[in-house]
């Protein structure tokens, strides 16, 4: 994906997903690999009576305890932020292909295709894909809204359900059909 938005137009909420996965990526990589290599970990003396076979045990360096602290408390919240900037970005790329910005049917095409592998992988595109489907569900229940902006959204919902079950390959493999007959 990042190959696609640097030869397209610019679009500075792609970004963010980006900026927020280097973030975490940074953290993990100086918690395991850099502070390690600095501070090596040192090792806790054996309880006494410990057999002699025992593991040896090491403690780690206070500072990737706090980086390891601060990714296991933000993933969670990040992850979903992540999803909710990539389904708002698609939102994004949908309304410059409605009104006709250059290459948009192209970057949109490739991102929905990003965005259905996504949405087969990832649990937080999949609570965000159902947090805005409630969202505008309720939006579209009140007495003031007309009945056609309804239709359009259920008629949209069964598009995006129909085009999700064309590309679904989460099934086993081999199971494309039904197999052979046996002779009776």
């Known amino acids: 994906m990042a190959l696609v938005w640097l030869y397209s137009r610019q679009v500075p909420l792609a970004l963010l997903p980006f ?8 953290a993990s990589y100086v918690r ?3 502070i390690p290599t600095i501070q090596p970990p040192q090792q806790i003396n054996p309880p006494t009576g410990a057999p002699p076979s025992a593991k040896p045990q090491f403690k780690s360096s206070p500072i990737a305890d706090k980086i390891g602290a601060f990714v296991k408390n933000n993933y969670d919240f990040s992850m979903y932020m992540v999803a909710t900037l990539e389904v708002g970005l698609w939102i994004r ?18 991102y929905t295709a990003f965005l259905r592998a996504r949405y087969a992988q990832s649990s937080f595109v999949q609570k965000t894909v159902t947090h805005l ?15 056609a902006a309804r239709q359009v ?4 919902k069964q598009g995006i359900a129909r085009f999700g079950d064309l590309t679904d390959f989460s099934g086993p493999a081999g199971s494309a059909g039904p ?3 046996k002779a009776q």
């Open 93 to 110: 790329l949908f309304l410059s292909v409605l009104i006709f910005q250059r290459n948009a049917w192209v970057l949109i095409l490739i």
């Open 153 to 156: 959204w259920e008629a949209m």
């Open 133 to 147: 489907r409630a969202r505008v569900d309720n939006l579209l229940a009140g007495q003031s809204i007309p009945p």
């Open 32 to 34: 395991q690999i850099i």
């Open 19 to 26: 900026g927020i996965y280097s973030i975490f990526h940074f």
């Open 179 to 181: 197999g052979p007959k």
